[in-house]
């Protein structure tokens, strides 16, 4: 029962943040910050905000960790949902509404009650969502996606079996409101939570996928985020429970998507050269096909337009 139920919620919820940041992509023109092209720097930086902020989280004093995670939301919600709402005190009259049903569950039901996880993933869902179109508009590339999540791989293996880090900061945001991560939780008995740094790596290479080579890259990305992202951490938790007779208390997911996300990207390499944002006709249920190689014989024609962690119940 555990095993199908865990299945089921992260496959919802990959699935979800997914959908949406493509549909985001397809139909909403993100504020787009004056990043340029991004390179091998851009991946070191970010790498390195990946890895500064566990420690900032356990840093700060147990009451102020939910309201820093609260001002988190808050800020990205009122940014990445900007060109949607562009009313300034109507966008923030409904992020305080999120915030305060997020607040108001917790202390009503507490930590483990399902209607504050569905809130709080609600919220988490969002900000992966606006965060995924903020940076894939803004020039983030699939390759860049790729290395990126390669590198994170390194970073879940070493932080959840050598330096216990993942398993602290999981331990240390129970019990306040505000959880980075989404999931259900069902009495003590059946829990199934994602991290929101998995969320985004998701939506992260799905929408750069889709935006790089159109259907194709979509579909790839779906089924990679199916099969390494959701069955493989949830099956290998559970194994590891009936072989070593203690089921652990996360499970690095990026170890499993990381690598397989990577190889997804060359083989979609393959179709040719990644679609650029200027190629891109946007509204339309077709966003058009990838650029093709420019023949030796012809001109080169343009392009028709057209985490984190899995927590155990």
Not at 197 to 211: C, M, P, R, S, V
């Amino acid at each position: 029962m555990t095993v199908f139920f865990q299945l089921a919620v992260t496959s919802a919820l990959a699935l979800a943040v997914c959908a949406g940041a493509v549909h985001y992509f397809r139909t909403v023109r993100a504020t787009r910050p004056p990043v340029g092209v991004f390179d091998g720097r851009d991946i070191f930086v970010m790498m390195g905000f990946v890895l500064a902020l566990p420690y900032v989280y356990l840093a700060l004093p147990g009451a102020v960790l939910p309201v820093v995670l609260a001002l988190v939301f808050a800020g990205g919600l009122s940014v990445g949902y900007q060109p949607v709402i562009g009313n300034g005190r109507l966008r923030w009259a409904l992020i305080a509404a999120l915030i305060a049903a997020v607040l108001g569950a917790h202390l009503a039901f507490g930590d483990t009650s399902a209607p504050y996880w569905i809130l709080n993933s609600c919220v988490v869902g969002l900000v992966v969502v606006s965060a995924t179109n903020i940076n894939v508009q803004g020039g983030m590339r699939l390759r860049n996606v790729a290395w990126f999540l390669l590198a994170l791989t390194l970073y879940d293996a070493v932080f959840a079996w050598v330096v216990p880090l993942t398993e602290e900061l999981s331990e240390t945001v129970q019990g306040y409101p505000f959880a980075p991560a989404a999931g259900l939780r069902i009495g003590e008995d059946l829990g199934a939570v994602v991290g929101m740094g998995d969320l985004l790596a998701y939506a992260l290479f799905t929408t750069t996928a889709h935006k790089a080579y159109g259907k194709a890259g979509l579909w790839t990305g779906t089924a990679l985020v199916l099969l390494f992202g959701v069955v493989a951490p949830v099956a290998a938790l559970h194994i590891a429970g009936a072989v070593t007779g203690h089921v652990p208390a996360v499970m690095p997911a990026q170890v499993f998507f990381g690598p397989a996300a990577f190889i997804g990207h060359l083989l979609l390499r393959r179709r040719g050269p990644e679609r650029r944002m200027a190629e891109i006709v946007f509204g339309r249920d077709r966003l058009g096909t990838p650029r093709q190689r420019p023949s030796r014989t012809a001109p080169a024609r343009p392009s028709p337009s057209g985490p984190d962690l899995i927590v155990s119940g």
